[in-house]
Each structure stands twice: as structure tokens, then as C-alpha cells.
């Protein structure tokens, strides 16, 4: 592949993940263009961009998903080529295929292989032919009809998951016969609202796994080697909260085992560029392909910190025809990372999304400590898109030194407006199954209830009711310093003084 | 010296306004506060440091501290007295109400007014932030009524579908 020149990038993304793609076209004096809906005009990714142009209404169907108006306006920005970020567009085979057509490059892997890769039993059929071992399950299934029939063949519990998905969306639990028609149901119309496509399939449901993904790179001119693993299974309704690396249960060996299988499976579609292939593991830790993600992930950063590399600057260059910059030897791991996806979600009520303003907002400083956030003070958390308000990352030494730290910045982190989940964050860093490594994906169901989240304490309470106290006296009355005794009220709070000398309260 | 109620989580206390400062009962010394911005507060008491981030309005505030959030109600002690001689809300007689737990969009709604449903039943389905949350039955019933209709946006603790 010859070099490609790119001096101007479109991102077709919004958030955090827009700003950080931005953050190393700046580094390497690559022009940024943001593209935004009716209610992005005012987000991080718009203000950071060198340039920005509307795209569409609020609904990201009609903005972030509309395929022609992302390429018209990257052709009209004169951009050289396309970031898509995650979700959204990343993983859609015909808008990468879109892009090139348009003479632009795609940054990511060809449209073949998102293709081969983005239906998830088409991508079990391609890995298992080159010898990696895969979860028991069917093709893409049509009716409940068809999912019944799979049902009776295997023990409950199984699994529906999108056959075009990715991220936990369109994916359901069947524990009972009896729940498969609807929870069927449901699965294939949010597929259908996430991706635009409605098929699902079923397979047998792994009691207890881990969740370990593989961070592998591929160059154009075949070059593929893995960055090692990351372990995801803290997870709430098969959405990552926190994710660290090294996994605890991986050891040298499995490290290179998994690694090459990692290798292998990337390999079997001609990947270029960055993916992930996730795999599950069992208590015995042997582990299954799961699904091969073809594209950045959110939880990228944790890799960055461990092996020191800028995975969208290696994602530029190899876009650009140049050769991966090392071999699988040359890669370096140091010390350990975890993140927490940081989100607006009430851990005290079922977790439900909390939207509104951010009226009050301060990040985490430090040492060791890496915050990724694509909204800011007086940024809204509406319904439309993710409730991802920021990843916080702490890097250190040693696995305990990083727990500890992420503990000493989730403290640190201030966010009023919304609710969010920091406080779960601080039990899972609390947890002592985590602190020992031993945690499975039901750590969540196994372990958290609201009543383990801390609770303030004695002084903490009474600097709340204080502050609210002030807060209450200085909208009804006057600033707290000059409450006003008998015969000096103001004009203001002159009820006030009455009543208060009918009762004769003020001694 | 004014006088408030404060609920702070489920416990309840006086703090009381003076010039010295906040006192609580039993404790010797006021809390000294200094406010640094908008939303940020010091407090200092007996030597301890505590940080606290609060807004809100009409007796209701939100104060943050060492990522601890918590609703704060506070209620001076004329309106105490006022609530204590307004009349108080009336329930709904009979028949359950099922309301959105969450601002979302309604995706689906899954049964009709006359239905009879069994324990279990999904109800509708909401979306918010691109998933789905089906809202079941828990015991059997007949829907009354439904409010709402595919496509709707709700707010939290808008009515969507009586049962009775």
C-alpha cells in the first residue's frame, strides 16, 4: 500500500472519544473537523475542533448515524479522512466502504473485514476455521420460533445477542422458557434501534466467566501483534463499568496463549488497524472467542498506560500505509491500570440514568491519574445519547497502588447536576473480591447492594446540613452573618419579623 | 437566632443560625462556613476540613463531599408550622399506577386498555440513553387505562398505565 498523506481529519463521533481523537491530530498537526447534532453545539468536541459543521437534529439517527451528510460535509471541510470513534458508525461496514468510496480514508479496518467480524455468527464460523475455540451456539435466528427450538437443544440459561452488535445492546439473559417470547422480542427492536438491524442469535450462556479482551494492531502490510489483555468483567447489564490490566488471572503463559489466538483471529479477516478480541473465560481458564470489536474501545486508555503507546497515533500512521513502529517483542508492559467509566446513573435507585446540567464540575488531579471527558459545566446529559459523562484512569506500579489511587481520585472527582455512579465506582475499589483479583462478570448481582455504598460521615453530615442551611437562609432571608434581630428587619423580610415576634422566638 | 429543620439522607437535626456561625445541638463549637464560588463551600469545625459542593432552591439541596451525594431539605421553622395547617395531599383511591421511573422515550407499549394481564407481564418499554427497560406487572391485574402512547417522551414520575 503506498503512503497516504493526512493533514485533515473528520471525526464522526461526539464526547469524550471525539476529543481524545482530536487531542493526537493536534500532537501530530493533523486540522480537526467536528461534526455535531442540534444538541452538541456547545460540547468540548465542537470547541476543540479546528473546525465544525451541523449535521442533523438531536437524535443521533438523524445526525451521528446519517452516513451521507458525515461524508458530504467531510468532503466539503476538505478533510483527507474519516475517525469514526466507537459505536455509532464505527462498526457499519457500508459506511466504511462509503468512505473509501468517496476517496477518503477510512481510519480503521476494511469494510470486508467489519463485515466478516460485525455479524457475530459469520465471525464464530471464519475464527473457528482458524482453530480458535468458540462458545456452543446458532446462526442468526429470525423467529421465536427458531429460538425456542435452540432452547430445548441446550440447559438454560441462554443468551440473545445482536447479530450485529456490540456493547451490550440488544443482548438478554433467558432463564425460563416462559420470559424467551418477550425478552425476544425486546432484544430484536433494540438491535434494531442501536443498529439498524434487527437480527439476533442465541448461544449457550457461560456460568461465572471473566471477561478478558486482547488489544491487537495490524498493519496494511500484514504486521499483527496484541498489547495485551484487559480484564472487563465488572459489568452491569453487559455494559463494562471498570476494566483493568494486566488481568488479575493471567499469567505469562496465558498472556502469550491468548495473545496468539488473538493474533490468529484478527488474522483470519485480514484486519488492519486496531481491534479487540474479547474472549470468555472459565474457572478452569480455558477461554472462548467471543466477538472481535473493529474498532477503537472505549477502555483504550488503560493500554495506552500500560504499554506507553498512543493507540490513535499507531491508528493514524498505519492509515496512512506505514508499517507498525514495533515488533510483538518490543512491546513493553509496566505497572498496572484500571479505569472507571464514569456515568450518570443514580447507584442508589436501580441505577437509572439521571439526566440534566452539570451545574459543578471538577476532575481528579495528580499523580498517575488520566481523565478523559467530552462534556463540561453547564453541559446537558439528555436522553439521547450515552450517560458516559467521563473515564477516569489511574496508573501505578503495582495492582494495589492503582486501587488505591483510583480510590484517592474518585473522591476527588466533583460533579453536581446529575447523579452519577462514582460512589459504586468506590465499592467496587473497595470490595474485598476485587482487591484479591477473584471477581467474575456476576460480581455486580453476586456483591453490590445500595446499602454497601458509603455513607457520609457524623461531620459530613453536619457540614451538609450547614451548607444547605446557609443556602436556604441566604434565598429566604439575608446573608447568614447579619441575621436580624428584633426592630432592625429590612423592608425584605418583614413577614418574616413579624412572625417571628408574634411567636417571640428570638430571645 | 433563626432556627431550621435539616434532613440530611434519614437523619434528621437542628442547626441553628447565629452570628458565630452554624450550631448543631450538642455540639460546643459552631461550624464556620466560608463560601469559595458559586457552589463551593469551606467548612471548618473543631479543626476538621470538609469540602462541600451544594446548590438547589425552595428547601431542597443537593451537597456533595468526597464524591458523598446527598439531598438536604431543610425547612425553617415558621414554614414547619405553615405545613403543619396546610392540607395535606390526597392519595389516588384504588387502582395502581404505574409511572416512568426515568426521562425516556417510549418505545413500546405492550398492552391495551381492558387487558388482562398476569404477574410478570411486560407492561411498555421505555428507552433512555439507547436501552430498553421493560416495565412488568407484578401481580395480576386489568389495565384501566393507558396515558401514553409509542414515540411519547416522559419525564420522571409521569403516569403511563393505570391498573386496577
Known amino acids: 500500500m503506498s503512503k497516504t498523506q493526512i493533514k485533515k481529519v473528520l471525526v464522526a463521533n461526539r464526547g469524550e472519544i471525539a476529543v481524545r481523537i482530536m487531542r493526537t491530530c493536534r500532537e501530530m498537526g493533523i486540522r480537526t473537523v467536528a461534526v455535531y447534532s442540534d444538541a452538541d453545539r456547545t460540547m468540548p468536541h465542537v470547541l476543540y475542533a479546528d473546525e465544525a459543521y451541523h449535521i442533523g437534529p438531536s437524535a443521533s439517527a438523524q445526525s451521528y448515524l446519517v452516513m451521507d451528510r458525515i461524508i458530504g460535509t467531510a468532503r466539503k471541510a476538505r478533510a483527507d479522512a474519516i475517525h469514526p470513534g466507537y459505536g455509532f458508525l464505527s462498526e457499519n461496514a457500508s459506511f466504511a466502504q462509503a468512505v473509501s468510496d468517496s476517496k477518503l480514508v477510512f481510519i480503521g479496518p476494511s469494510p470486508s473485514s467489519i463485515k466478516a467480524m460485525g455479524d457475530k455468527t459469520e465471525a464464530r464460523k471464519l475464527v473457528e476455521k482458524a482453530g480458535v475455540p468458540t462458545v456452543p451456539g446458532t446462526p442468526a435466528v429470525e423467529t421465536v420460533k427458531e429460538a425456542f427450538d435452540f432452547c430445548k437443544t441446550v440447559t438454560l440459561p441462554v443468551l440473545i445477542k445482536a447479530a450485529a452488535g456490540g456493547g451490550g445492546k440488544g443482548m438478554r439473559v433467558v432463564h425460563r422458557l416462559d420470559e424467551l417470547e418477550s425478552l425476544f422480542q425486546s432484544a430484536q427492536s433494540e438491535a434494531k434501534t442501536a443498529f439498524g438491524d434487527g437480527r439476533v442469535f442465541i448461544e449457550k450462556y457461560l456460568e461465572n466467566p471473566r471477561h478478558v479482551e486482547f488489544q491487537i494492531f495490524a498493519d496494511a502490510l500484514g504486521n499483527t501483534i496484541h498489547l495485551g489483555e484487559r480484564e472487563c468483567s465488572v459489568q452491569r447489564r453487559h455494559q463494562k463499568v471498570v476494566e483493568e490490566t494486566p488481568s488479575p488471572i493471567v499469567d505469562a503463559d496465558l498472556r502469550r496463549r491468548m495473545g496468539e489466538t488473538a493474533v490468529a483471529a484478527a488474522k483470519a479477516c485480514n484486519y488492519r488497524n486496531a481491534g479487540t478480541i474479547e474472549f470468555l473465560v472459565d474457572r478452569d481458564r480455558k477461554f472462548y472467542f467471543l466477538e472481535m470489536n473493529t474498532r477503537l474501545q472505549v477502555e483504550h486508555p488503560i493500554t495506552e498506560l500500560r504499554t506507553g503507546l498512543d493507540l490513535v497515533a499507531l491508528q493514524l500512521r498505519v492509515a496512512m500505509g506505514d508499517p507498525l513502529p514495533m515488533n510483538q517483542e518490543d512491546v513493553e508492559f509496566m505497572g498496572h491500570a484500571i479505569e472507571c467509566r464514569i456515568c450518570a446513573e443514580d447507584p442508589h435507585n436501580n441505577f437509572l440514568p439521571s439526566t440534566g446540567t452539570i451545574v459543578h464540575l471538577k476532575p481528579p488531579q495528580g499523580p498517575g491519574v488520566r481523565e478523559d471527558r467530552g462534556i463540561d459545566v453547564h453541559g446537558e446529559i439528555s436522553v439521547y445519547y450515552d450517560p458516559m459523562i467521563a473515564k477516569l484512569v489511574a496508573w501505578a506500579p503495582t495492582r494495589s497502588d492503582a486501587i488505591n489511587r483510583m480510590t484517592r481520585a474518585l473522591h476527588e472527582y466533583e460533579i453536581l447536576g446529575v447523579k452519577t455512579n462514582i460512589p459504586f465506582c468506590l465499592f467496587v475499589m473497595g470490595h474485598s473480591a476485587f482487591r484479591k483479583g477473584d471477581y467474575d462478570t456476576h460480581f455486580i448481582p453476586n456483591y453490590f447492594t445500595p446499602e454497601k455504598l458509603e455513607s457520609p460521615t457524623h461531620e459530613q453530615m453536619e457540614a451538609f446540613a450547614s451548607v444547605a442551611t446557609l443556602l436556604h437562609s441566604n434565598t429566604r432571608y439575608s446573608s447568614p452573618s447579619v441575621v436580624p434581630k428584633h426592630g432592625s428587619a429590612t423592608t425584605k423580610n418583614w413577614k418574616e419579623q413579624r412572625f417571628r415576634n408574634m411567636r417571640g422566638a428570638d430571645g | ?164
Open chain 2, 1 to 164: 437566632m433563626a432556627k431550621f429543620r435539616v434532613s440530611v439522607g434519614n437523619q434528621e437535626m437542628d442547626v441553628i443560625v447565629d452570628p458565630g456561625g452554624y450550631l448543631i445541638p450538642g455540639e460546643d463549637q459552631p461550624l464556620a462556613i466560608q463560601r469559595i464560588g458559586t457552589y463551593v463551600f469551606s467548612v471548618l469545625h473543631n479543626g476538621r476540613s470538609c469540602k462541600v459542593v451544594a446548590y438547589g432552591s425552595n428547601g431542597s439541596y443537593q451537597a456533595l463531599s468526597g464524591a458523598l451525594h446527598f439531598e438536604v431539605m431543610v425547612e425553617s421553622e415558621r414554614e414547619q408550622l405553615l405545613k403543619q395547617y396546610a392540607p395535606s395531599s390526597t392519595g389516588v383511591a384504588g387502582g395502581t399506577e404505574i409511572t416512568a421511573p426515568m426521562p425516556a422515550l417510549v418505545a413500546r407499549v405492550l398492552v391495551n386498555a381492558g387487558d388482562a394481564v398476569v404477574a410478570g407481564q411486560g407492561l411498555i418499554v421505555l428507552e433512555a440513553m439507547k436501552m430498553e427497560n421493560e416495565i412488568r406487572a407484578h401481580q395480576a391485574y386489568s389495565v384501566k387505562e393507558i396515558k401514553v402512547e409509542k414515540g411519547m417522551t416522559v419525564s420522571k414520575g409521569d403516569l403511563l398505565i393505570v391498573l386496577e
